[in-house]
């Protein structure tokens, strides 16, 4: 988690450069809706499909003292690259070539120039899911291994490159600097993770012998979690091809607004999901129901502990945040706006993400993949269709993340549903506690929050001084200390396993 911190801030360092730099609306738009192709692409390809069906099995081998011993986890992880590369390289070469077209139907600009820009940012940007995808399966590899901090620590090569990328290149290379700093910052994190890549036993040697037993698992399971585990980049790309066809500054609305909303969902969320799943699959290939079904309702719990609070206090700060954050040179009130509004949309619904993304990876460790499949099917066509609906309304663009919220929260209920029915019960008086206890907590804050907007309501709009920075460290460490207080006066565990882990 204190990695995963770090790496959001630079995160904020990153996107508050884009913005000072290129704005948040014409070509900053494309720059933003292009570079979420190879993004979105990498969660198809790498970690949020492939990796999700090889940690099971890697996990298994690392556990399995016959497998140690025939090198088997070794042989997973080089036909894994190996294949990665007989996929990507003809991809990449054809996007090259095919870029307009593939621009074109993608995103929805109505300007022949910005048409232009985005194929020439997508030939140099598409390259980088080759390198995303090599790294992906180095993380996977030493997650699996027991070994998370490096990969934490991973994604902040990246923003460092980029930031440095753009500052010292913008006024040369345009908004092409920011193209050298996605591939060199896919470089980066490839070479970062190699060291402990090299000393768990792991190496790059290619291998094509795909009649590996424990790989070809790993093909049979990839393409029902390419349908389930990656619903959430295809939400993403399809909210952002509608967005590409709204006002303008709306692509940059939502990608300043994601920005900001994955920093608790991957403090929180995402690593108690890293964490777990190595050991859910554990416990899955030892066949320790009572473990399983342990581990995945303290996931359950962690989850919402942690994220019902931060969603709140996220939500009600939204235009502070993101003024204070964003609003300098070519970042305008407006642009603030319309991203905070879109913020608050995808708020309602981090929880439901968060919990939707766990409980996939709780059915993936059992070998179910028809249950996540057949419920992300669902949630994708919720989303399509309220996004349909909302962005014809005032809402507009942040209709889109409204949508994608409320369908999510009913994938996490479905989910949450039959992993109580499969799991033979998931001790659901103590989920339903810690959610009770976890709301309860969070309402005074709430309370608070909703009457320093009644007097503070407008100050956002002066954008990033030293005031408004002020007022919102004081209102936000006032209302995640309230929070933090009552969370230990009512024993919610999420506090007091950090407490008793602090002692020892």
Request: contains cysteine; positive net charge; aromatic residues 10%.
């Amino acid at each position: 988690m204190g990695a995963t911190l770090l790496s959001r801030l630079l995160g904020f360092a990153r996107q508050a450069v884009i913005n000072a730099v290129f704005g948040a609306s014409g070509s900053a738009d494309v720059l933003n809706a292009v570079f979420n192709i190879p993004n979105n692409l990498r969660k198809l390809l790498a970690e949020g499909a492939l990796s999700s069906a090889f940690i099971p099995v890697l996990s298994q081998s690392l556990t399995n003292p016959d497998d140690r011993a025939a090198g088997v986890p070794q042989q997973v992880v080089r036909n894994l690259l190996s294949f990665q590369a007989l996929i990507l390289v003809p991809v990449l070469v054809l996007s090259i070539v095919f870029a307009r077209p593939i621009t074109l139907f993608i995103l929805d600009f109505p300007e022949i120039e910005r048409q232009a820009l985005a194929a020439d940012l997508f030939r140099w940007f598409i390259n980088y899911s080759l390198l995303i995808s090599i790294s992906a399966v180095m993380m996977g590899s030493l997650n699996s291994s027991n070994r998370f901090a490096v990969p934490a620590l991973t994604p902040i090569v990246f923003s460092i490159l980029v930031i440095g990328s753009v500052l010292l290149l913008h006024r040369t290379l345009g908004i092409y600097s920011m193209a050298v700093g996605i591939l060199a910052g896919g470089v980066g994190q490839v070479l970062f993770q190699t060291p402990q890549f090299l000393k768990n036993g792991f190496d790059f040697r290619p291998s094509f012998s795909f009649g590996n037993p424990a790989f070809r698992r790993i093909l049979r399971q990839w393409l029902p979690v390419v349908a389930s585990s990656s619903i959430f980049a295809i939400n993403q790309q399809i909210a952002l091809y509608f967005a590409s066809g709204l006002e303008d500054g709306s692509s940059s609305a939502l990608a300043n607004a994601i920005v900001f909303w994955q920093l608790p969902l991957g403090i929180f969320g995402v690593s108690v999901t890293t964490v777990l799943f190595p050991r859910m699959s554990r416990e899955a290939a030892e066949s320790d129901r009572r473990a399983l079904r342990g581990t995945t309702a303290y996931g359950v719990r962690a989850i919402s502990a942690l994220l019902i609070p931060s969603a709140v206090i996220l939500g009600a700060l939204s235009f502070e945040i993101i003024a204070v954050a964003f609003q300098r040179g070519e970042f305008s009130a407006a642009n603030t706006g319309m991203a905070a509004r879109v913020l608050m949309g995808y708020c309602l619904g981090m929880v439901g993400v968060g919990l939707f993304n766990f409980l996939q990876r709780s059915f993936y460790a059992r070998g179910d993949y028809r249950t996540p499949t057949l419920t992300a099917v669902a949630v994708l066509g919720i989303d399509v269709v309220l996004s349909l609906v909302l962005k014809e309304t005032p809402l507009r663009v942040a209709g889109l993340a409204v949508a994608n919220s409320v369908a999510f929260t009913a994938g996490a209920l479905v989910l949450l549903f039959f992993s109580h029915r499969s799991l033979k019960g998931l001790d659901s008086a103590s989920i339903l506690a810690t959610v009770g206890k976890s709301v309860v907590a969070t309402l005074p804050a709430l309370v608070g929050l909703l009457l320093f907007r009644g007097r503070w309501g407008l100050l956002w709009q002066s954008g990033s001084t030293l005031a408004n920075l002020g007022t919102l460290l004081g209102s936000g460490l006032l209302s995640a200390g309230t929070v933090a207080t009552l969370y230990w006066a009512l024993r919610i565990e999420a506090v007091t396993l950090l407490l008793k882990r602090r002692a020892k």
